[in-house]
């Protein structure tokens, strides 16, 4: 695999309006009789559907609902646009990055866009990948998002250009232009794949956070709340958010080894390995200062046979300290248990207030 070779990778278009009139069309896509799946994409002049009945592709759970490309003696592309309905909220980039692993790509830059109406986090990613023959392909993927309304849960789309990867300094402007311009044509009310409820925290409701409606939330004292994700009698994920007065606990790594000493106390039966606590700069709630403190590790316990990622924040909000910690199953093919514990925990990040008093 050639992965010395530096591509380029636009994020600005510089055509005029008379260029793109000129270059390319506006291709609206309504082939299945689900207004849902409707959408428009802007192609080069040369690109043609190829494809337009919805296909199933089982081997990655995507069901393809249109291909494009071009059919003359310039260099190659092709244009493939997919969607995959899945019940729970997760972050659309998070659902890319677990496909395009599925699909052996491998991310060779990318761009995450937070959305202002707070629906997630969304991605324009190149990848690289070189098939069986030895052809190496470089394709751009975006993704949207949105509520279903015939069965409920989100429907999460791609749209990937693609050429060879000899072509691709000459094809890079084009691909650019197409992974940025298209968007469903029928977009539902809702902007998440499901309803947010909120948690309160005082008898007045002016403290809380939300959660996806598919949590369950079980409070155990004053000062923990568990936040599970438990069907039919088994847990994919818990949230467990911990509060402690800052007269009792001065720095994070004070709040990290009091709120972990549960699992350090049952070793060897259950080992927690972390990481470093480190400090970030705060990208979740404006009330937590200008930083937040976070790491990431394993819980294995041989007795359960579990075998469990972990990851924590620790901030303050007021003269409390918050412990924020996730228990959840490691990223799989096999379902999004880890997209949605992590979209859950930032939801309750950012979403986060604690009347003042």
């Not at 506006?26 to 428009?40: A, E, F, I, N, P």
């Not at 260099?75 to 309905?85: D, F, G, K, L, S």
């Not at 650019?176 to 925290?201: C, K, P, T, Y």
């Not at 007021?318 to 990223?331: M, T």
């Amino acid at each position: 695999m050639n992965t010395a070779n530096n591509y380029v990778f636009p994020v600005m278009s510089n055509y005029n309006d008379e260029e793109v009139k000129e270059n390319y069309w506006k291709c609206q896509y309504t082939s299945t009789d689900k207004r849902m799946l409707h959408y428009w994409v802007v192609l080069p002049r040369r690109v043609k559907p190829a494809e337009l009945k919805p296909q199933n592709i089982a081997e990655v759970g995507l069901t393809n609902i249109g291909r494009y490309s071009t059919n003359d003696n310039q260099p190659y592309m092709e244009v493939w646009a997919a969607y995959e309905r899945c019940q729970w909220e997760m972050n659309p980039s998070d659902w890319l990055f677990n496909k395009l692993e599925l699909m052996g790509e491998k991310v060779i830059n990318k761009r995450l866009i937070v959305n202002p109406i707070g629906n997630g986090i969304f991605a324009d990613v190149l990848t690289l990948k070189t098939h069986s023959s030895g052809d190496e392909v470089i394709s751009r993927y975006t993704v949207h998002k949105d509520y279903n309304p015939e069965e409920s849960g989100g429907n999460y789309f791609l749209i990937k250009a693609a050429c060879a990867s000899r072509d691709y300094p000459l094809l890079a402007n084009d691909i650019h232009f197409i992974a940025v311009n298209w968007d469903l044509m029928h977009r539902s009310n809702l902007a998440f794949a499901e309803l947010l409820q909120s948690v309160s925290l005082s008898s007045n409701n002016n403290s809380g956070f939300k959660i996806p409606e598919s949590w369950q939330v079980k409070p155990l004292n004053e000062t923990r709340l568990v936040i599970e994700h438990t069907f039919n009698g088994v847990n994919t994920g818990v949230i467990n958010l911990c509060f402690y007065s800052q007269e009792m606990l001065f720095t994070e790594q004070d709040v990290f080894s009091v709120s972990t000493k549960r699992f350090h106390d049952h070793q060897p039966a259950v080992m927690l390995t972390t990481d470093t606590l480190k400090t970030i700069p705060n990208e979740f709630n404006s009330s937590f200062g200008e930083t937040i403190a976070t790491c990431a590790g394993e819980i294995v316990s041989a007795k359960e046979k579990m075998n469990a990622f972990y990851q924590c924040y620790v901030f303050s909000v007021g003269q409390l300290w918050c412990y924020a910690e996730l228990v959840g199953r490691h990223r799989n093919y096999k379902s999004y248990c880890y997209e949605a514990n992590k979209r859950c925990l930032e939801i309750i990040l950012s979403s986060f207030h604690l009347e003042k008093v």
